[in-house]
């Protein structure tokens, strides 16, 4: 279940509050407030995925998956009261078979990474005190191949029907902490064979099916509003990662199921 306080963990002072004659305030709350915060104060022009198609066995297929995606959305907006923040909301599908036909996580990943540094991505952000990589349209984005289309149009119920046991996955994918790095102008020290080594016989119990730290897969749900909104503080990710079921997919978001549970505290 979501924390409801509005509160995001990992957010510096100055991003939490505005400051007025000294005394630093809150004019908004709720489960979507940063959302509100970077639309109104920062003046940021967009909120929402960049969705990179990388299955192109059907076109049918792929016009139902962004069907049911903005059916979730909008009933999120709707059940939360946030209808204003729809002329804002934006979910980005990057088509292109020649590149993505195919394409793995780690190449959604460089792809991402290329368009955060680029001129269209800065123009969507203004002049937003921390730079692109605190806003999760900066740093997370959406990997669909195969088998996430096949979850969603052929083995979840399909609207107006909740899926309840949030069959509907999508691959989430963030930045590495590398780029992170690169936008905060630090140094990524390097690592020895011996550090790599390490690591590799640590991290072995933790991969996911790409061997890939910075992704993982959540219920389609999780694109919604609310969990978007959670995607402002880092451990919001790595609760996502760290609780998932057997089949890999996260049960550690504030999206998912019947809309009684996962909004109920604001119905």
Partial sequence: M???????HGRIPYEESLIK????????????????????YHKHKKWGFLIYRCDYTSDEAWATFLSNLN?????????L???NLRDTMEMTPKEDKQTLDGATVDQVRNIFTDWVRSDEARAEINDGPCGAFTYPRHTYCVHVDADVLDSVVNRAPQPPTWDERSIAYVNLVQLRHEDFAERLGLQVQE???????GEEEEGDDDESE?????FVKVPLSYLGPESYNELYSQFSFERFVQFQRSDDVS?????GGNPEDVYGSYT
């Fill in 21 to 40: 004659d000294g005394i630093a305030y809150y004019p908004f709350s709720g489960p979507l407030r940063h959302i509100q915060e970077d639309i109104q």
């Fill in 81 to 83: 009261k946030a209808e």
């Fill in 210 to 214: 790409y061997g890939d730290e910075h």
């Fill in 191 to 197: 690592t020895t064979n011996d550090d790599e080594e």
């Fill in 2 to 8: 979501a924390n409801h306080s509005g509160v995001a």
């Fill in 71 to 79: 059916w979730e959305i909008e009933e999120g907006l709707k059940i």
């Fill in 251 to 255: 049960f550690g978001g504030g999206g």
